[in-house]
């Protein structure tokens, strides 16, 4: 990989990685396009993940210091509920990531039909969470954070998105369009933080052992953290007006090119 690629690359996981439209499933068919192996595309991947959720904790800042100035005031207020709200929904993602861990690297290497059938999925909770007449309600509760939480974990499947799939959950669900939207964004920071570390105290990301020019991942890096708080801005609009059913087009158009691709390869 060069430089331009890490550019590229990094871009299109900043912006997809906000958009409903899967990060995973774009750098897999982009690697694919660049003739990235499958262990080059899950160290960029997993160094360009950790940039986009440090963009989503610098474009959501105050809400993140609400949240812990409630927390640490040491009552059971609205903050603080909502910390064990986006704690709960962590759960079954971390519990995917401690003991299935290789089995989801292993996907990440299986090719473009996987990519293209879990983006034909995600068009269609999009679609379906655009249509459905569902009743709003004024909090999003522990149950539902439980649920939305489930679908994130389901979402590592590369192809499937999560903003997309965890969106969609949470309005099928009666919550709010905006709401549903940063608790999606919110709910995503410690498990992929936490992943990053783990893998700088275990030197994954040693030039060395990436295989990668000194350039590469602070490039790509900086690229997917620029793209990622721009993209993070307007997908909370987005959802506010209602607009996740165009993407659900996108999704089935690069759905079907990923399946065709990796059909007559």
């Given at each position: 990989?060069?430089?331009?690629?890490a550019v590229i690359?990094?871009?299109?996981?900043?912006?997809?990685?906000?958009?409903?439209?899967?990060?995973?499933?774009?750098?897999?068919?982009?690697?694919?396009?660049?003739?990235?192996?499958?262990?080059?595309?899950?160290?960029?991947?997993?160094?360009?993940?950790?940039?986009?959720?440090?963009?989503?904790?610098?474009?959501?800042?105050?809400?993140?210091?609400?949240?812990?100035?409630?927390?640490?005031?040491?009552?059971?207020?609205?903050?603080?509920?909502?910390?064990?709200?986006?704690?709960?929904?962590?759960?079954?993602?971390?519990?995917?990531?401690?003991?299935?861990?290789?089995?989801?690297?292993?996907?990440?290497?299986?090719?473009?039909?996987?990519?293209?059938?879990?983006?034909?999925?995600?068009?269609?909770?999009?679609?379906?969470?655009?249509?459905?007449?569902?009743?709003?309600?004024?909090?999003?509760?522990?149950?539902?954070?439980?649920?939305?939480?489930?679908?994130?974990?389901?979402?590592?499947?590369?192809?499937?998105?999560?903003?997309?799939?965890?969106?969609?959950?949470?309005?099928?669900?009666?919550?709010?369009?905006?709401?549903v939207a940063k608790?999606?964004?919110?709910?995503?920071?410690?498990?992929?933080?936490?992943?990053?570390?783990?893998?700088?105290?275990?030197?994954?990301?040693?030039?060395?052992?990436?295989?990668?020019?000194?350039?590469?991942?602070?490039?790509?890096?900086?690229?997917?953290?620029?793209?990622?708080?721009?993209?993070?801005?307007?997908?909370?609009?987005?959802?506010?007006?209602?607009?996740?059913?165009?993407?659900?087009?996108?999704?089935?158009?690069?759905?079907?090119?990923?399946?065709?691709?990796?059909?007559?390869?």
């Open positions: 990989m060069n430089w331009i690629e690359l990094g871009i299109i996981q900043g912006l997809t990685e906000f958009l409903p439209v899967s990060s995973s499933g774009h750098l897999a068919i982009a690697g694919a396009l660049f003739g990235l192996n499958g262990e080059e595309n899950l160290t960029f991947a997993v160094a360009v993940h950790a940039a986009t959720v440090l963009s989503t904790v610098c474009v959501l800042w105050k809400e993140v210091a609400v949240l812990f100035k409630g927390l640490f005031s040491f009552r059971w207020n609205e903050e603080t509920q909502m910390v064990c709200k986006i704690g709960l929904s962590m759960i079954p993602v971390g519990i995917v990531g401690v003991f299935f861990k290789d089995q989801v690297e292993t996907l990440f290497g299986s090719g473009l039909l996987l990519v293209g059938v879990m983006l034909l999925v995600t068009a269609g909770l999009l679609a379906f969470s655009y249509v459905a007449d569902v009743r709003q309600k004024d909090t999003l509760s522990f149950k539902d954070a439980f649920w939305i939480g489930m679908v994130q974990a389901c979402a590592v499947l590369p192809g499937l998105s999560r903003s997309g799939s965890t969106i969609a959950a949470g309005l099928l669900l009666g919550n709010k369009k905006e709401q608790f999606s964004f919110l709910m995503v920071i410690l498990p992929v933080m936490g992943e990053a570390i783990l893998d700088l105290m275990k030197g994954d990301f040693s030039m060395q052992a990436s295989g990668f020019s000194p350039v590469i991942l602070p490039v790509g890096f900086l690229a997917a953290f620029v793209t990622g708080a721009l993209a993070c801005r307007w997908m909370i609009r987005l959802v506010k007006k209602g607009k996740l059913i165009y993407f659900a087009y996108y999704c089935v158009a690069t759905g079907l090119f990923a399946i065709i691709y990796s059909l007559v390869k």
